[in-house]
């Protein structure tokens, strides 16, 4: 753990700068919720102001540099205009963290923006680390410190908040209030002047008081980076997600599908589910979920039993979980004996288990049939409904808290969630359910909704190495674009599975290109500018004789007024996919396959990964797919080699990775057959940076 964060988490002494004795300021504010005595800080509070020498029975110095032993933490309420030198003192006094409330930096336009720069600079000058500036603040439960604008101090737990809103740093206090979530930090970094996400999601995975890590993100700063930590971190600790800013103000106005469809949302959505990233999509949620996993092992299996005194609830539980892709299996005969002896005679013992409305039975109808689930291998979590009547018996509560702990006791990490249907009088009863570490979700939607959230998100593994670096063509075309000429050289040079071609600058050498390719032969406009060749007649399929190949370039040097056109053999028919690839801004090389032709952009039938992935990750594409029926054959028509296309999507994946000056590319159509694949048509172009830089690839 570096010194910022042993800092941030667990500060000796906090020297408040821009501290006030005058009630409703903010450096009042401010020293009042650092020296709560409810708060339980047990580190020293100081204040730093130019004349006063105490400030709410704390002493006051008048700079960094004067506290005798310095700080660890320096948190500024002050102008910001001081900023710089307050940074710069900080340097002196060796303080290495500093919080900067005070607002009026980069948020504020040009003026702000030199002024946080000159901060930045003050800071790193000196190897100070700056939370902010414009922030709420920090929260660190384990230690007590609360130096943030939130009013109160949220309950100790597991979670880890990182928000870039201010609102849901207060509003953790509440929720803690209200349903007992637990926090060990609260950050929010405002501006991210220097710590950022991803400087706080590898904090917080080296965190030993934090269990999961909950973040809200209005933006990502380095895509890739924060990609690298995720992925890093999640195979130890639940990462919750809500990403802000999703919807699309408008497509991308691009020539290429793969920039129609791998927008910025799609691709930052794809890496943050790549790192195996719980997502969500709102921030009710972002903390239910959390809290939700803090509190029960996450669901490993799809197998729910349900415990109901409502038969119709149970029902409709067993629909709304099945809609999440769980299941409600039944139950063995095995299973049903142990269970059915506890109920009345006219209870079931199938899954869902209704106990019915013997109200006087409920304890033990509850417990036993807990017991008995969690004792069975054939459920992989377990739902008691407690509706009114069982939700307002404390006994009930107490058998469903006796049965989970001494699950735990055994060794069992099957989890159990109570769907909750009561009024508010059996308040209390929920409160010892959620103190004793069982998440009470209300009504069945929202159960079901975060129990199939809890399971693990299926993560891509590291991603594989580049083979190498790919050389940027000497020449390109207007606007970056290669000829087709060059990019299918460079993709045979490559060894993937290109259509044979040959290029034609007159009818004479188009046929004899033809012959030399072999008849039949698809001929195609190959013009600058020239984006969709079939829809502007540029493209004729089958020519089966010279004389039509001369016909073919006849029409199409009078149509497109131009005297070069590729020649391809014909490929043989198969099931057209589309496989593309471009160079995120934030997340680096991606790359897309699906469904293709005419249809992809009408199917929208795509999936999308950060470049390079294995041939596992590109089968685990293929299966994402909603049309992943059409590769697997059937009503007469044979699969197509899957073994082969997961080879090529692992081979294009690196080949991108490796070529650092790509910008996009488009296979479309590629054609799959039982037999293999062939590229038939591509395009490419490349980014606007020098040759001789771009030449240099690296793994992104």
């Known amino acids: 753990m570096s010194d910022w964060e042993r800092a941030l988490f667990a500060p000796r002494r906090v020297a408040l700068v821009g501290a006030s004795a005058t009630p409703g ?27 006063l020498t105490e400030i709410l029975g704390r002493p006051g110095y008048p700079s960094l540099a004067a506290i005798p032993g310095g700080a660890d933490l320096a948190v500024i309420v002050a102008p910001p205009a001081e900023a710089p030198a307050i940074l710069a003192d900080c340097a002196k006094a060796a303080v290495p963290l500093a919080v900067i ?50 009013l109160g101090m949220p309950a100790r737990g597991g979670i880890a908040l990182y928000t870039q809103s201010g609102a849901y740093g207060m509003a953790a206090f509440t929720r803690s209030q209200e349903d ?72 991308r106005a691009a020539a290429s599908h793969t920039a129609a ?31 939700t996993l803090d509190r029960q092992p996450p669901l490993t299996g799809r197998r729910i039993a349900v415990i109901t005194n409502s038969g119709g609830t149970g029902v409709e539980l067993a629909d709304l979980m099945e809609a999440q892709g769980l299941r409600v299996p039944g139950l063995s005969e095995a299973l049903q004996s142990a269970i059915r002896p506890a109920l009345p005679a006219y209870g079931s013992a199938a899954n869902p288990v209704d106990v019915t409305t013997e109200w006087r039975r409920f304890p033990e109808m509850y417990g036993i049939s807990l017991e008995a689930l969690l004792e069975s291998d054939e459920v992989d979590g377990v739902v008691p409904v407690l509706l009114q009547r069982s939700a307002l018996m404390p006994e009930v509560t107490d058998r469903v808290i006796a049965a989970v702990a001494a699950a735990r006791a055994r060794g069992s990490k099957k989890p159990v969630h109570v769907c909750w249907v009561a009024p508010a ?106 984006i969709h060749k079939s829809d502007s007649g540029g493209v004729h399929l089958g020519l089966a004789t010279p004389d039509s190949v001369g016909a073919a370039y006849d029409q199409v040097a009078a149509r497109l007024g131009t005297s070069t056109v590729l020649l391809q053999r014909q490929a043989r028919p198969g099931i057209e996919l589309v496989l593309g690839a ?39 594409m293929l299966d994402g797919l909603k049309g992943r029926s059409l590769l697997e054959g059937g009503r007469g028509r044979p699969a197509i080699d899957r073994q082969a296309l997961t080879r090529l999507i692992a081979a294009l994946s690196r080949w991108v990775a490796g070529a650092a000056w790509l910008e996009e590319l488009d296979a479309n159509p590629v054609i799959a057959t039982p037999d293999g694949l062939a590229i038939v048509d591509l395009r490419m172009r490349a980014s606007a940076a020098t040759p001789a830089a771009a030449a240099i690839a690296s793994h992104p």
């Open 25 to 51: 300021k903010l450096g009042h504010l401010f020293m009042q919720n650092l020296t709560a005595a409810d708060s339980g800080f047990r580190g020293e509070v100081v204040a730093v102001h130019p004349k």
């Open 101 to 150: 409330i005070s607002g009026g930096f980069a948020e504020t336009g040009a003026e702000g923006q030199a002024l946080e720069r000159r901060t930045l600079e003050a800071a790193r000058a000196g190897g100070v680390r700056i939370v902010g500036p414009n922030c709420f603040g920090v929260i660190s439960a384990s230690a007590g410190l609360n130096a943030s604008l939130g």
């Open 180 to 251: 007992l979530i637990g926090f060990s930090r609260v950050v929010a970094c405002g501006n991210k002047a220097d710590i950022d996400e991803t400087d706080m999601l590898r904090a917080f995975g080296r965190d030993p008081e934090t269990r999961v890590i909950a973040m809200l993100l209005e933006s990502i700063g380095d895509g890739r980076r924060f990609f690298e930590a995720a992925a890093e971190i999640a195979p130890r600790k639940p990462i919750v997600v809500l990403k802000t800013g999703r919807g699309e103000a408008g497509r």
């Open 261 to 291: 469809l791998a927008t910025d949302t799609a691709v930052t959505l794809t890496a943050l589910r790549q790192a195996g990233i719980h997502l969500v999509e709102d921030g009710l949620t972002l903390l239910d979920l959390a809290a």
């Open 425 to 530: 009088t059996a308040a209390e009863n929920r409160q010892r359910l959620l103190a004793a570490g069982i998440p009470c979700h209300g009504w069945p939607a929202r159960t079901a909704q975060l129990l199939a959230l809890t399971r693990p998100v299926a993560r891509a593994p590291a991603l594989p190495a580049v083979d190498r670096p790919v050389a940027r063509p000497r020449t390109v075309g207007e606007g970056g674009w290669l000829s087709s000429d060059q990019a299918f050289g460079l993709f045979a040079e490559a060894g993937l599975p290109v259509v044979p071609w040959k290029l034609a600058r007159s009818r004479r050498d188009a046929i004899a290109g033809a012959e030399a390719l072999g008849l039949p032969v698809v001929l195609k406009a190959e013009r600058a500018g020239l």
């Open 582 to 620: 471009r160079r995120d801004a934030n997340f680096g090389p991606v790359i897309m396959a699906g469904l293709g032709g005419i249809w992809v952009e009408a199917l929208n039938d795509v999936a999308l990964r950060l470049a390079p992935v294995d041939e596992a990750e590109a089968l685990a």
